[in-house]
């Protein structure tokens, strides 16, 4: 039997589960479709072993998302479309073109520089790509080719927004200042308060959408992370309320037999000793 820690393994570990005869019944009728919605959790889990900085549950949790890039490839071989090694080939490959700085003759540029010289290579790699589709007689790939694409539509509508801003900033189409964004922001709010007094949800809907995208835009402009910002006030917010749970069943009661007063008296007993502490 081949060492656990071995990579091998595990692709003989999944070919086993995906054996028509004497594989797993859950695994065989498995789908990329089927499949795609657990990758997307798996790496939810990573980043959140990474927040808690429990590096015991990140090592089973880098696991789990390996499984999941052995799942894909395996189903991809099956199909005659590509297998595990040629994954490892083409991430190799990508990271060795994209660095030419570290691999190549491009020395001593900025962090800038680099970012830069990143974009460059990714819109060659593009068109070469768009260059062997022809060539091979395969469809050209549908979907937008401007500047705008390549932004995955799964990604979680805050990640997305920034990731939009961020391709659109390089062009030139940008706030100058976060103090811009922050206008921006009063504009959008004063719209949405117009939308709630005239009650239609379609209107209300879009206009909270727009100030959602502006607050992200404020995030990027003032260097915070908005998916990191989110996640740590909801943690926060998840801490302070445990606190009037817990409080309130000190006394015996529950959250349905207090009053908001007395949740919000509570509330900011959490608040003092978080910054007592």
């Given at each position: 039997?081949?060492?656990?820690?071995?990579?091998?393994?595990?692709l003989?570990?999944m070919?086993?589960l995906r054996?028509?005869?004497?594989?797993?019944?859950w695994?065989?009728?498995?789908t990329f479709?089927t499949?795609?919605?657990?990758?997307?959790?798996e790496?939810?889990?990573?980043?959140?072993?990474v927040a808690?900085?429990?590096?015991?549950?990140?090592?089973?949790e880098?696991?789990?998302?390996l499984?999941?890039?052995?799942?894909?490839?395996?189903m991809a071989?099956?199909?005659?479309h590509f297998a595990?090694p040629?994954?490892v080939e083409?991430?190799?490959t990508?990271?060795?073109?994209?660095?030419?700085?570290?691999?190549g003759?491009?020395?001593?540029?900025?962090?800038?520089?680099?970012n830069?010289?990143?974009?460059?290579?990714?819109?060659e790699e593009?068109?070469e790509?768009?260059?062997r589709r022809a060539?091979a007689?395969?469809?050209?790939?549908?979907?937008?080719?401007?500047?705008?694409?390549?932004?995955p539509l799964p990604?979680?509508a805050?990640t997305?927004?920034l990731?939009?801003?961020e391709?659109a900033g390089?062009?030139g189409f940008?706030?100058?200042?976060?103090?811009?964004v922050?206008d921006?922001?009063?504009?959008e709010?004063?719209?949405?308060?117009e939308?709630?007094?005239?009650?239609?949800v379609e209107?209300i809907?879009?206009?909270i959408?727009?100030?959602?995208f502006?607050?992200v835009n404020?995030?990027?402009?003032?260097?915070?992370?908005?998916?990191?910002?989110?996640?740590?006030t909801?943690d926060k917010?998840?801490?302070?309320?445990?606190?009037?749970?817990k409080?309130?069943g000190a006394?015996?009661?529950?959250?349905?037999q207090?009053?908001?007063?007395?949740m919000?008296?509570?509330?900011?007993?959490?608040k003092q000793?978080e910054?007592r502490?």
């Open positions: 039997m081949a060492d656990s820690r071995d990579v091998a393994r595990l003989e570990i070919a086993a054996d028509p005869a004497t594989g797993c019944p695994d065989i009728v498995q479709e499949i795609a919605p657990y990758t997307l959790e790496a939810y889990e990573v980043a959140d072993a808690r900085n429990d590096f015991d549950d990140l090592r089973e880098l696991g789990d998302l499984l999941q890039v052995a799942y894909h490839a395996r071989e099956e199909a005659g595990f040629d994954v083409a991430i190799n990508k990271m060795v073109r994209r660095h030419p700085h570290v691999f003759q491009a020395r001593d540029l900025s962090p800038e520089a680099v830069a010289l990143w974009g460059q290579i990714k819109t593009k068109r790509r768009a260059e060539a007689g395969r469809p050209i790939e549908t979907q937008d080719q401007g500047i705008l694409s390549g932004i990604l979680p805050l997305r927004a990731k939009l801003q391709k390089t062009v940008d706030w100058q200042d976060a103090g811009a922050l921006k922001i009063r504009e709010t004063a719209e949405v308060s939308a709630l007094e005239a009650g239609g209107a809907r879009d206009e959408g727009d100030l959602l502006a607050v404020l995030a990027r402009h003032a260097g915070v992370d908005p998916e990191t910002a989110l996640r740590g909801n917010f998840t801490r302070r309320f445990r606190y009037i749970e409080s309130l006394s015996e009661r529950t959250p349905e207090a009053t908001l007063e007395e919000e008296e509570l509330w900011q007993e959490a000793d910054r502490s």
